[in-house]
């Protein structure tokens, strides 16, 4: 007796199809969330708060101003679920939402001014091991970051660091996606010219 044949292999997924199943994912999970389901939206807000944030301190430097921003449009994000086209990507809508609570508070910010270094990060001064050096190239980089004008800096966020593509980073500015591709071209040039004597420095 012969013994059976085994299963055949699975398929190779398609180039893209891990992002369409998140995509879905993240539609039925606005559905649930519609329906009344909290756990559906706490699960999306987990997804992108780490994200959010970033995006948010792209637009207002300072990181507590940045939480509360990103905490404004998450809440802001729930209350609009309705207005969601589930065809499109969920995280381009939601950072979009984010970073208009962040201009906004920006806006209304008077009084409190973002210093130009965390003194969190600087405290006790340098030390020489690799993590000193790592914090020091992140407030560097912070530092280069504040330079650039807020579009052009939340484009390079979105773009090397969250990963987004040039389109979907379009979506979350509200502006043409050439116009992106030209933000970015410029960021990163300008940042690498802040940046330039770093190992000189280092």
Same mark, same amino acid.
């Given at each position: ?5 085994d ?7 398609p180039p893209g199809?891990a @992002? /369409?199943?998140?995509q879905?994912?993240?539609? =039925?999970l606005v559905?649930h &969330?519609?329906? #009344?389901?909290?756990? $559906? ?9 780490a994200t959010?944030?970033r995006? @948010? /301190?792209?637009?207002l430097?300072?990181?507590? =101003?940045?939480?509360?921003a &990103?905490?404004? #449009?998450?809440l802001? $994000?729930?209350l609009?679920l ?6 499109r990507p969920f995280g381009?809508w939601l950072?979009r ?5 962040a ?6 910010r008077t009084?409190r001014?973002?210093?130009?270094l ?9 030390r020489p091991?690799r993590t000193?050096e790592?914090r ?7 530092e280069a970051l504040?330079?650039l004008?807020e579009r ?7 773009f090397?660091?969250?990963?987004y ?9 509200g502006?043409?996606e ?7 071209f ?5 940042l690498r010219?802040?940046?330039g004597?770093?190992?000189e420095d280092a």
């Amino acid at each position: 007796m012969t013994d059976p044949p085994d299963p055949p292999a699975p398929l190779p997924q398609p180039p893209g199809e891990a @992002a /369409r199943i998140g995509q879905q994912n993240e539609a =039925d999970l606005v559905a649930h &969330a519609l329906a #009344g389901d909290r756990a $559906a939206f706490g699960t999306l807000v987990e997804r992108y708060a780490a994200t959010a944030r970033r995006v @948010a /301190r792209a637009v207002l430097g300072d990181p507590d =101003d940045a939480d509360d921003a &990103a905490q404004d #449009g998450m809440l802001s $994000a729930l209350l609009k679920l309705e207005q969601y086209d589930p065809r499109r990507p969920f995280g381009p809508w939601l950072l979009r939402i984010v970073a208009n609570a962040a201009t906004d508070r920006r806006r209304r910010r008077t009084v409190r001014r973002v210093e130009p270094l965390d003194p969190g990060l600087v405290a006790g001064g340098a030390r020489p091991d690799r993590t000193a050096e790592r914090r020091a190239l992140a407030q560097r980089l912070r530092e280069a970051l504040a330079e650039l004008p807020e579009r052009r800096r939340v484009a390079v966020v979105l773009f090397d660091v969250e990963g987004y593509s040039h389109a979907e980073i379009a979506d979350v500015l509200g502006i043409p996606e050439g116009t992106v591709r030209s933000e970015v071209f410029h960021a990163r040039r300008r940042l690498r010219a802040l940046l330039g004597d770093w190992k000189e420095d280092a």
